[in-house]
Protein backbone atom coordinates (compact mmCIF):
# COMPACT_ATOMS: atom_id res chain seq x y z
CA UNK A 1 0.00 0.00 0.00
CA UNK A 2 1.59 3.55 -1.20
CA UNK A 3 0.07 6.35 0.91
CA UNK A 4 -0.11 9.95 -0.19
CA UNK A 5 0.45 11.74 3.68
CA UNK A 6 -0.15 15.47 2.15
CA UNK A 7 -3.46 14.18 1.94
CA UNK A 8 -4.02 13.89 5.79
CA UNK A 9 -4.46 16.16 8.78
CA UNK A 10 -0.74 16.32 10.21
CA UNK A 11 -1.45 16.59 14.17
CA UNK A 12 0.89 17.78 16.51
CA UNK A 13 4.17 15.60 17.06
CA UNK A 14 6.82 15.37 19.53
CA UNK A 15 10.40 15.97 19.91
CA UNK A 16 11.76 13.09 17.46
CA UNK A 17 12.37 12.95 13.91
CA UNK A 18 8.74 11.26 13.77
CA UNK A 19 5.82 13.46 12.11
CA UNK A 20 1.98 11.95 12.72
CA UNK A 21 -0.95 12.25 10.71
CA UNK A 22 -5.27 11.18 11.56
CA UNK A 23 -5.91 9.15 8.94
CA UNK A 24 -9.85 8.93 8.41
CA UNK A 25 -11.83 5.82 7.30
CA UNK A 26 -15.64 6.37 7.46
CA UNK A 27 -16.49 6.09 11.17
CA UNK A 28 -13.03 5.18 12.18
CA UNK A 29 -9.47 6.69 12.12
CA UNK A 30 -5.96 5.85 12.72
CA UNK A 31 -2.22 7.47 13.22
CA UNK A 32 0.09 7.59 10.09
CA UNK A 33 3.35 7.46 11.46
CA UNK A 34 6.17 8.66 9.09
CA UNK A 35 9.85 8.90 9.60
CA UNK A 36 12.57 9.68 7.25
CA UNK A 37 15.24 10.09 9.71
CA UNK A 38 16.46 7.65 12.54
CA UNK A 39 13.27 4.87 10.48
CA UNK A 40 14.77 1.91 12.29
CA UNK A 41 14.03 3.38 15.47
CA UNK A 42 10.69 5.26 15.02
CA UNK A 43 8.55 2.78 12.98
CA UNK A 44 10.60 -0.73 13.44
CA UNK A 45 11.70 -0.65 16.84
CA UNK A 46 8.60 1.76 17.62
CA UNK A 47 6.17 -1.48 16.84
CA UNK A 48 7.96 -3.72 18.24
CA UNK A 49 8.10 -2.75 22.00
CA UNK A 50 4.40 -1.89 21.49
CA UNK A 51 3.48 -5.64 20.30
CA UNK A 52 5.86 -6.52 23.63
CA UNK A 53 3.49 -4.34 25.97
CA UNK A 54 0.59 -5.86 24.15
CA UNK A 55 2.14 -9.21 25.02
CA UNK A 56 1.79 -8.51 28.61
CA UNK A 57 -1.49 -6.77 28.88
CA UNK A 58 -0.46 -3.18 28.68
CA UNK A 59 -2.18 -0.86 26.25
CA UNK A 60 -0.45 0.17 23.18
CA UNK A 61 -1.04 0.90 19.71
CA UNK A 62 -1.56 -1.75 17.54
CA UNK A 63 0.09 -1.84 13.85
CA UNK A 64 -2.68 -1.74 10.92
CA UNK A 65 -0.73 -1.33 8.23
CA UNK A 66 3.02 -0.62 7.37
CA UNK A 67 4.90 0.45 4.21
CA UNK A 68 8.75 0.70 5.17
CA UNK A 69 10.31 1.27 2.11
CA UNK A 70 7.37 4.22 2.06
CA UNK A 71 9.21 5.52 5.49
CA UNK A 72 5.62 4.57 7.24
CA UNK A 73 3.51 2.72 9.83
CA UNK A 74 -0.28 2.93 10.15
CA UNK A 75 -0.97 2.63 14.28
CA UNK A 76 -4.55 2.52 16.33
CA UNK A 77 -5.46 6.04 16.93
CA UNK A 78 -5.79 6.55 20.99
CA UNK A 79 -7.57 9.87 20.57
CA UNK A 80 -6.37 12.96 22.14
CA UNK A 81 -7.04 12.87 25.77
CA UNK A 82 -4.00 12.60 28.03
CA UNK A 83 -3.80 11.87 31.51
CA UNK A 84 -2.76 15.50 33.08
CA UNK A 85 -6.22 15.65 34.37
CA UNK A 86 -6.00 12.15 36.55
CA UNK A 87 -2.56 12.61 37.44
CA UNK A 88 -3.53 13.31 40.99
CA UNK A 89 -5.40 10.06 41.00
CA UNK A 90 -2.27 7.95 41.21
CA UNK A 91 -2.91 5.39 39.08
CA UNK A 92 -0.35 5.72 36.63
CA UNK A 93 1.30 4.29 39.22
CA UNK A 94 -0.39 0.98 38.66
CA UNK A 95 0.48 1.36 34.69
CA UNK A 96 3.99 1.48 35.56
CA UNK A 97 3.72 -1.28 38.03
CA UNK A 98 2.59 -3.39 35.25
CA UNK A 99 5.21 -2.69 32.89
CA UNK A 100 7.79 -3.14 35.45
CA UNK A 101 6.76 -6.90 35.20
CA UNK A 102 7.55 -7.19 31.87
CA UNK A 103 10.46 -9.76 31.42
CA UNK A 104 10.15 -10.88 27.94
CA UNK A 105 13.64 -9.41 26.59
CA UNK A 106 12.87 -10.29 22.62
CA UNK A 107 10.15 -9.91 20.82
CA UNK A 108 10.05 -10.28 16.59
CA UNK A 109 9.27 -6.91 14.61
CA UNK A 110 7.04 -6.86 11.31
CA UNK A 111 10.06 -8.25 9.54
CA UNK A 112 10.05 -11.15 11.20
CA UNK A 113 13.16 -10.50 12.89
CA UNK A 114 14.19 -10.72 16.77
CA UNK A 115 14.78 -7.68 18.11
CA UNK A 116 16.06 -7.46 21.67
CA UNK A 117 16.00 -4.75 24.11
CA UNK A 118 19.30 -3.12 25.27
CA UNK A 119 20.28 -2.71 28.91
CA UNK A 120 20.58 0.61 30.10
CA UNK A 121 24.24 0.52 31.60
CA UNK A 122 25.68 2.97 33.17
CA UNK A 123 27.73 4.21 30.42
CA UNK A 124 24.80 4.87 28.51
CA UNK A 125 23.14 6.25 31.27
CA UNK A 126 26.42 8.69 31.42
CA UNK A 127 27.09 9.54 27.63
CA UNK A 128 23.32 10.84 27.60
CA UNK A 129 23.50 12.93 30.76
CA UNK A 130 26.96 14.00 28.64
CA UNK A 131 24.33 15.49 25.92
CA UNK A 132 24.06 18.57 28.51
CA UNK A 133 28.17 19.21 28.19
CA UNK A 134 27.92 18.95 23.90
CA UNK A 135 24.99 20.69 23.46
CA UNK A 136 23.97 23.16 26.65
CA UNK A 137 27.42 24.32 27.56
CA UNK A 138 29.04 24.79 24.49
CA UNK A 139 25.99 27.24 23.77
CA UNK A 140 26.22 29.42 26.66
CA UNK A 141 30.04 29.54 27.41
CA UNK A 142 33.40 29.63 25.50
CA UNK A 143 35.17 27.20 23.69
CA UNK A 144 37.52 27.50 26.44
CA UNK A 145 35.29 27.32 29.41
CA UNK A 146 33.38 25.16 27.59
CA UNK A 147 36.30 22.41 27.70
CA UNK A 148 36.97 22.59 30.85
CA UNK A 149 33.25 22.64 32.57
CA UNK A 150 33.38 19.29 30.94
CA UNK A 151 36.28 17.60 32.11
CA UNK A 152 35.38 18.61 35.53
CA UNK A 153 31.51 17.48 35.47
CA UNK A 154 32.57 14.26 33.19
CA UNK A 155 34.14 13.33 36.51
CA UNK A 156 31.09 14.43 38.46
CA UNK A 157 28.52 12.73 36.30
CA UNK A 158 30.99 9.18 36.69
CA UNK A 159 31.04 9.59 40.25
CA UNK A 160 27.47 9.61 40.68
CA UNK A 161 26.51 6.70 38.54
CA UNK A 162 29.39 4.71 39.97
CA UNK A 163 26.84 5.10 43.67
CA UNK A 164 23.70 4.13 41.82
CA UNK A 165 22.81 0.30 43.89
CA UNK A 166 19.54 -1.29 42.30
CA UNK A 167 20.41 -3.65 39.27
CA UNK A 168 19.85 -2.95 35.63
CA UNK A 169 16.93 -6.02 35.71
CA UNK A 170 13.42 -3.92 35.27
CA UNK A 171 11.45 -3.01 31.82
CA UNK A 172 12.08 0.93 31.43
CA UNK A 173 9.96 2.70 29.35
CA UNK A 174 12.62 5.62 29.89
CA UNK A 175 10.06 8.03 28.43
CA UNK A 176 7.10 7.60 31.25
CA UNK A 177 5.47 11.00 31.51
CA UNK A 178 1.93 12.28 31.54
CA UNK A 179 1.89 13.57 27.92
CA UNK A 180 2.27 10.10 27.04
CA UNK A 181 -0.38 7.93 28.83
CA UNK A 182 -3.18 8.51 27.14
CA UNK A 183 -7.37 7.51 28.71
CA UNK A 184 -9.01 5.28 26.67
CA UNK A 185 -12.17 4.46 28.42
CA UNK A 186 -11.08 2.83 31.82
CA UNK A 187 -8.35 2.14 30.52
CA UNK A 188 -4.71 3.79 29.86
CA UNK A 189 -2.38 3.26 26.78
CA UNK A 190 1.35 4.15 26.16
CA UNK A 191 2.98 5.75 23.60
CA UNK A 192 6.27 6.68 22.03
CA UNK A 193 7.65 3.39 23.49
CA UNK A 194 10.65 3.15 20.83
CA UNK A 195 13.19 3.69 23.46
CA UNK A 196 12.11 1.32 25.74
CA UNK A 197 15.03 -0.66 27.61
CA UNK A 198 16.28 -2.95 30.82
CA UNK A 199 17.53 -0.91 33.37
CA UNK A 200 16.99 1.25 36.48
CA UNK A 201 13.39 0.68 38.87
CA UNK A 202 13.74 3.84 39.85
CA UNK A 203 14.39 5.46 36.48
CA UNK A 204 10.63 5.45 35.24
CA UNK A 205 9.47 6.84 38.42
CA UNK A 206 11.90 9.53 38.44
CA UNK A 207 10.83 10.35 35.06
CA UNK A 208 7.00 10.87 36.40
CA UNK A 209 7.50 12.45 39.06
CA UNK A 210 10.25 15.05 38.41
CA UNK A 211 8.80 15.71 34.78
CA UNK A 212 9.44 19.56 32.90
CA UNK A 213 6.71 19.60 30.64
CA UNK A 214 4.55 19.89 34.00
CA UNK A 215 4.72 21.70 36.79
CA UNK A 216 3.19 19.86 39.88
CA UNK A 217 3.82 20.56 43.94
CA UNK A 218 6.05 19.20 46.24
CA UNK A 219 3.38 17.85 47.64
CA UNK A 220 2.01 16.12 44.63
CA UNK A 221 5.48 14.70 44.01
CA UNK A 222 5.92 13.40 47.87
CA UNK A 223 2.67 11.82 47.14
CA UNK A 224 2.58 9.65 44.46
CA UNK A 225 6.54 9.04 45.51
CA UNK A 226 5.14 7.19 48.89
CA UNK A 227 2.45 5.41 46.84
CA UNK A 228 4.87 3.69 44.73
CA UNK A 229 6.80 2.93 47.60
CA UNK A 230 4.12 1.47 49.63
CA UNK A 231 2.82 -0.98 46.92
CA UNK A 232 6.28 -2.23 46.21
CA UNK A 233 7.22 -1.82 49.85
CA UNK A 234 8.05 -6.00 49.74
CA UNK A 235 9.90 -5.48 46.75
CA UNK A 236 12.68 -2.29 47.51
CA UNK A 237 14.96 -1.42 49.68
CA UNK A 238 13.85 1.95 50.32
CA UNK A 239 17.11 3.45 50.75
CA UNK A 240 18.47 2.34 47.32
CA UNK A 241 15.06 3.03 46.11
CA UNK A 242 15.77 6.85 47.12
CA UNK A 243 19.21 7.09 46.17
CA UNK A 244 18.57 5.92 42.63
CA UNK A 245 15.72 8.03 42.04
CA UNK A 246 17.58 11.11 42.89
CA UNK A 247 20.38 10.46 41.07
CA UNK A 248 18.45 9.51 38.30
CA UNK A 249 16.24 12.38 38.54
CA UNK A 250 19.62 14.83 38.33
CA UNK A 251 21.25 13.27 35.50
CA UNK A 252 18.24 12.95 33.46
CA UNK A 253 17.23 16.37 33.71
CA UNK A 254 20.92 17.75 32.62
CA UNK A 255 20.12 15.39 29.80
CA UNK A 256 16.73 16.96 28.83
CA UNK A 257 18.22 20.52 29.36
CA UNK A 258 20.55 19.14 26.43
CA UNK A 259 18.53 18.01 24.55
CA UNK A 260 16.11 20.73 24.48
CA UNK A 261 19.35 22.70 23.55
CA UNK A 262 20.09 20.62 20.76
CA UNK A 263 16.64 21.16 19.59
CA UNK A 264 16.98 24.58 19.64
CA UNK A 265 20.15 24.63 17.79
CA UNK A 266 20.57 21.71 15.61
CA UNK A 267 16.72 21.38 14.59
CA UNK A 268 15.63 24.94 14.81
CA UNK A 269 12.41 23.51 17.27
CA UNK A 270 13.13 26.67 20.00
CA UNK A 271 9.51 26.27 22.03
CA UNK A 272 11.46 23.46 24.35
CA UNK A 273 13.68 25.93 25.71
CA UNK A 274 11.09 27.93 27.37
CA UNK A 275 11.27 24.73 29.53
CA UNK A 276 14.73 24.63 30.62
CA UNK A 277 14.96 26.98 33.67
CA UNK A 278 12.26 24.47 34.99
CA UNK A 279 14.41 21.62 34.63
CA UNK A 280 16.90 23.74 36.77
CA UNK A 281 14.34 23.21 39.50
CA UNK A 282 13.92 20.44 39.27
CA UNK A 283 17.51 19.54 39.51
CA UNK A 284 17.97 22.16 42.20
CA UNK A 285 14.92 20.57 44.52
CA UNK A 286 17.10 17.15 44.78
CA UNK A 287 20.42 18.36 45.04
CA UNK A 288 19.71 21.10 47.90
CA UNK A 289 18.72 18.21 49.67
CA UNK A 290 20.87 15.22 49.82
CA UNK A 291 24.45 15.48 50.87
CA UNK A 292 25.49 13.18 47.97
CA UNK A 293 24.99 15.55 45.79
CA UNK A 294 26.85 18.27 47.54
CA UNK A 295 29.78 18.81 45.50
CA UNK A 296 27.90 19.09 42.43
CA UNK A 297 25.92 21.06 43.94
CA UNK A 298 29.03 23.56 45.05
CA UNK A 299 29.94 23.43 41.39
CA UNK A 300 26.61 24.30 39.24
CA UNK A 301 26.47 26.95 42.20
CA UNK A 302 29.72 28.29 41.50
CA UNK A 303 29.76 27.96 37.68
CA UNK A 304 26.09 28.58 36.54
CA UNK A 305 24.05 30.98 38.63
CA UNK A 306 20.58 31.81 38.38
CA UNK A 307 21.04 34.43 35.76
CA UNK A 308 22.15 31.50 33.59
CA UNK A 309 19.74 28.76 34.81
CA UNK A 310 17.03 31.26 34.07
CA UNK A 311 17.81 31.61 30.24
CA UNK A 312 15.50 30.33 27.92
Do not use: C
Not at 92 to 116: A, D, P
Not at 171 to 180: A, E, L, P, T
Not at 237 to 245: L, Q
Not at 271 to 282: C, R, T, V
Amino acid sequence: MTLDIKFLKKIKGDASFRSFYRKKNKKKTSIIVSAKKEKKKNLLIYDAINKLLINNDVKAPKLLSHNYNENYIEIEDFGKFTIYSILKKKKIILLLNKIQKINSYKVKNFHNKNYILPIYSNKLIAEESKLFLKWYIPNMFTKKKSLALNKKLTKKINLLLSKLKLKNNTFVHRDFHVSNIMKLQKKMGILDSQDAVYGNQAYDLASLIDDVRLRTSLNLKKSIYNYYVYLNNKKIDKNYFRNDFEILSVLRNLKVIGIFTRLAVRDNKKKYLKLIPYAWELIESRINNNLIFADLKNYLDANFPKKIRMKK
